[in-house]
């Protein structure tokens, strides 16, 4: 397991480093630094200011009305997911603040701008919780990587105009 210390005032090393996938919610039960890579897609890191603990969503659409379909990869299910695993795990909802990174949209892609319904999505639901907004890396049309200390809040948004394949785990090649 490879660690490092990524406060300088803070010699606690934290785990490097939990690859979130779009789809899915992690929540750590202690020190860790969590990545992931977006483009139309958002990611949303909740920290609890008391209690020193985050967590961080990775959707790709805004939102689904079925239940028997949703699944995280719909913003709708998966911000309130994660504030209810924020919630049951001792966190108020004045304790916590988000960060909202990603949303991004190339045209020459897609004609519909999915990002920014995911960031609509995203504020609206904070904002619905009473979750202050802290920070936001969003829109644009270049994709980022996204470094969460889940015991510090700090965070590392590095933008890219292309994804390489080694910016997915296991993070092989030209890192």
Same mark, same amino acid.
């Given at each position: ?30 020190? *860790? ?12 890191? #909740?920290?609890? &200011?008391?209690? @020193? +603990? ?57 004609? *519909? ?12 639901? #904070?904002?619905? &919780?009473?979750? @202050? +907004? ?42």
């Amino acid at each position: 397991m490879q660690t490092i210390s990524m406060n300088k005032h803070d010699n606690t090393l934290i785990k490097l480093d939990y690859l979130l996938k779009p789809g899915f919610i992690y929540l750590a039960d202690k020190p *860790i630094s969590i990545s992931t890579v977006v483009g139309s897609s958002v990611a949303i890191s #909740l920290f609890d &200011k008391k209690n @020193k +603990i985050g967590g961080m969503n990775h959707f790709q659409f805004p939102e689904i009305r079925d239940k028997e379909l949703s699944t995280a990869l719909y913003g709708n299910v998966a911000t309130i997911t994660l504030i209810k695993m924020m919630l049951s795990n001792g966190s108020k909802e004045h304790h916590i603040e988000a960060h909202i990174f990603g949303g991004a949209h190339n045209p020459e892609v897609s004609k *519909i701008n999915v990002g920014l319904n995911n960031i609509k999505t995203a504020r609206r639901i #904070l904002n619905s &919780k009473q979750i @202050k +907004i802290v920070s936001e890396d969003v829109g644009g049309e270049v994709g980022r990587k996204i470094i969460f200390n889940t015991s510090t809040s700090e965070i590392a948004v590095l933008k890219v105009k292309n994804l390489r394949r080694s910016d997915w785990y296991p993070y092989e090649g030209d890192r």
